[in-house]
């Protein structure tokens, strides 16, 4: 197997080439617009100057390939991005959430396919790369995002050996610069506080670093998860009768939605769709669990 660096570029583009529709196709459903995916060249990564021109607001995406990533550069000039990429609503989150799982099934050979992601808007494309820090021998494949015939480009570009870094302010940004040379002010002192001030009860915790120790240990619980395609029930005498090239029939439409059991409990219902060479489900809506209520009954009086 090659190494995860330039001597994958014929298996990444072999990948790309394969799986080009299916990726299309993500990319529209994501970025809301008609989008086709052509290949353009493929070479060895130099940040100085591969990186020039690319020092510009935009999408950034992380495919986690183990310890390492590849990473996909969209800039927002393209004209490929939506009005609210930097700042999606739940929606738009989904949206984004899945254009990455997407794309780590379909851009990269399945040795190398990605099950972790990260997309997230950065003020400076050039700069998260910089972050991401490419390892040996990197390389870099031009993705033609085409809209209406016009071709857009955007980049992916691997290995890159600190992929949690991606998001971080560049510290060698001017601005980080000036901030850091600039003199800090003198603050007055002031007395402390008697008491800490209060906090709302029931604060939002808006990432996962600000969860507690506990929370953090229970969502790395791995749980297994079930689409069921049909369901019936037969007697214990026709399933003694199966055999190989028995066809079960089953009530369930073809075109009915299936179901998304955890641990037996259906959590959503979705639509079959083909990612490459492999089976996905698409989820379409949400289901709720059951509520359960206990009536309270009076109880009656004894006299």
Known sequence: MPAFNIEALSEVISACEA??????DAFSRAFDQKIQLQLGEGSPL????????????????VLNVESQAALILIPQQSGLLPDWYATPDPTGESKLATLGQELGMTLLPEEFMAMEFQVQAVEDLAAACRNGTPGDSPAKLSLQ?????????????????????????DETSPDAASAEMAPTPTKPATAPPTSPPPQAPHSRISSYNELPGFSRSL??????????LAAKKMKVNDIINVGVGTI????????????VEIGRQKIAEGEAVKIGDKFGVRVTSITMPEERYIALKARRRVR
């Not at 940040?47 to 999408?59: F, I, N, P, R, Y």
């Not at 969502?219 to 069921?228: A, D, K, S, T």
């Open 46 to 61: 130099s940040l100085e100057t591969d990186l020039a021109d690319w020092k510009v607001t935009g999408l950034a995406i």
């Open 145 to 169: 995002l085409e809209i209406d015939g016009v071709p857009r480009e955007a980049l992916m570009l691997w290995p890159m050996t600190k992929p949690a870094s991606v998001f971080q302010a």
């Open 248 to 259: 079960i029939q089953f009530d369930k439409s073809c075109e009915d939605t299936l179901d």
């Open 19 to 24: 799986t080009a529709v299916e990726a299309s």
């Open 219 to 228: 969502l790395q619980i791995e749980v297994p998860i079930r689409v069921i």
